[in-house]
């Protein structure tokens, strides 16, 4: 029923939204504007419902601003513009597959202490055993990747074994390209966890979030493809 005249009451009932919602998503652009009563009320389409349903539709893969951007960009006619969001997210996507591939590799190949380091270390050691200068597990420091204490008596920074696997993290990752930045969230993660142990969980939810993620885009796809084509056939 193309020429159906909906209220925003109907639209927002089918979501659970308030009127209020409805008129606020028009204003921002993701709907397309209504139409008019000769008292001044707003009525929508069916291409109006479409469309929320198409946002809503969006934000679980995209969030909130990324689907807001893409329906004003369909609202605006800029039909590309929507599409370069949709693939940076999709790339975005790839990206955090990537560090999660990269966080895996790195855990399995990183060597359980041997029995004569399980006690404490210091930058010197560590570094030949890393195979780098203590400036950079200095700097490592600085960027929040290893949190050494310092010895009471000398001033010497002392790693513990925890600090130790947190080096060898970051310096497989390292390897792998990632820069400080990427690293540092990633580390928090292991100590929030409390070790690497408790990390394969997190790890299994991670990838749960990933896949979750990329099967709500393309829940949100079909959906803005729906409002698409309703919209480009209409006369």
Known sequence: MPGARLRPVDLAREHGLSTQAVRNYE????LPPS???PHGYRTYTPLH???LRAFLALIPGHGHRTATSIMRAVTED???EALRLIDESHAQLLDDRRTLLAVERALRDLEPPEP???G???IGPLARRLGIRPATLRKWERAGLVRPDRDRRTGYRVYTPADVRDALL???LRRGGYLLEQIAPLLAQVRAAGGLAPLETALHDWHGRLSARGRAMLTGAAALDTYLTDRDGLP
């Open 35 to 37: 139409g008019r009563t």
């Open 78 to 80: 800029t039909v590309e």
């Open 120 to 122: 404490v270390t210091f």
């Open 27 to 30: 204003e921002a652009g993701i």
């Open 116 to 118: 004569e380091t399980a």
């Open 170 to 172: 970051a310096h497989q």
């Open 49 to 51: 419902a479409q469309a």
